[in-house]
């Protein structure tokens, strides 16, 4: 789960329009590799350092239980994808690489985005994908990102693959983004948990209609139920929430 840690003011994106990178993320990638394929293999490479280096940075700080000596962890796992690649046992590995990875990105920007910008950029990208995939515009692209892989048989970090599954890496990076903006009341956090979790299972009940799906959908959804049932202000600044939860005397501590 994340964790809503304070940002060093170092690490503060502070501006609304950071909130973009949801939706962006979707729209770039698939752009750029429709245009110049070559882009996956940058993306790999890229995802081939940097999601290592971020799941360092949530099991040491990002994650609930966060300690220093957890990042070592990041270590074992990236060997394991490494050298067991085509077992459960190594896909396992990677999708635990990715997720805190993505839990990391999803605190940096929960911890300096204002929330409000935060949940429309979570229904703006499940709109984009949900686009792209009933346009049949996202298929082939996604494909030749999935198809590229780093030189030495390193693993592939670009996407979440277990068994027969394959998720997007931005799946994973909006669910990041969710639980850091409900990471300020921990009750709240676990409701939308398991609310995610029934909904993205049955969604994919749809499995045996189509072959894929915008798993950004059920994140989406998740919010929105979470802000019918509870209101708007139930989904708010981690920070915020910390310090009202905390009282007038502990905030000024």
Known sequence: MPAHPELPPSLRLSSRWWALILPGSIVVVIAGIAAFPGLADALTYLALVGVPLLAALAL???????RARLALLAAPLFAIAWAI?????GEAAAVALSAL????LGV???GSVPAHWLKLAIYAMAIVD???VTADLLQSPNT??????????LPQLQFA???SAVVGFGDLFVAGVLGALLAGDRRLQLRGAGLAAVLALSFDLLFLLVSVLPATVPIAVTLAVLEAVGGRRAVSDPGSRAVAAAGPRDAAA
């Open 161 to 163: 693959h277990f068994g």
């Open 130 to 132: 949900t686009c792209l």
């Open 144 to 153: 030749v990102l999935n198809a590229a892989a780093p030189a030495a048989g």
């Open 85 to 89: 690649p085509a077992t459960l046992t």
């Open 108 to 110: 940096l920007l929960a």
């Open 60 to 66: 040491a700080w990002a994650i609930r239980g966060a």
């Open 101 to 104: 990875a993505c839990v990391a």
